[in-house]
């Protein structure tokens, strides 16, 4: 599938309930060939008004990651397990996820990271491991098929616990040196 066939088709998803109150999908963004994969939970109320993901303060707050780590959204590709938006923000329920992933398993087959970073307990939950503890697990690193996976705490959780920041900090700088060692910077 090519990169306008899945757009399409997930623009045009009725796989799951979410699709009833959804204003728009918010299919992802950024650079369609990036070393660097990041990918949240699901969209919220401003992502789901404006289309595109972690565009409230929580993704004002991701741009300030990413510029720690010399990257900006021109860099990497933003997407999210759910292409739309679970009602007040509540987490994607199993069901939802299911019906979604496998669009973001298409982006990953196109894009082909190096790269992958979760962004809170739910990607990590889904990618990495069912058992994923963020609080425990956050910064460490898998390799799957040649792929880096790691995770972060969620740009929420840090706005709403600012004393996660300091680890956030750290696991970022492990990020860049990944990066680095990888010669993915150019």
């Not at 990607?123 to 098929?145: M, Q």
């Amino acid at each position: 599938m090519d990169w306008e066939l899945l757009e399409q088709t997930c623009m045009q998803c009725t796989k799951c309930k979410l699709c009833s109150g959804r204003q728009n999908v918010v299919f992802g963004v950024g650079n369609r060939e990036a070393d660097i994969m990041f990918i949240g939970e699901g969209p919220g109320e401003q992502e789901d008004i404006q289309g595109q993901p972690f565009v409230g303060p929580a993704g004002k707050l991701l741009d300030d990651m990413l510029s720690i780590i010399d990257l900006d959204r021109s860099k990497v590709y933003i997407a999210n397990i759910v292409k739309c938006r679970p009602p007040h923000n509540r987490d994607p329920q199993d069901d939802e996820q299911d019906a979604c992933i496998d669009y973001l398993r298409q982006q990953v087959l196109l894009i082909k990271p190096k790269i992958i970073v979760c962004l809170g307990r739910i990607a990590a939950r889904r990618i990495i491991d069912p058992e994923y503890r963020i609080t425990r697990d956050h910064g460490t690193w898998i390799n799957e098929k040649g792929v880096w996976i790691t995770a972060l705490y969620h740009p929420s959780a840090l706005l709403r616990d600012l004393s996660k920041r300091p680890e956030t900090f750290e696991d970022l700088l492990e990020i860049r040196d990944k990066m680095k060692r990888l010669d993915l910077y150019k």
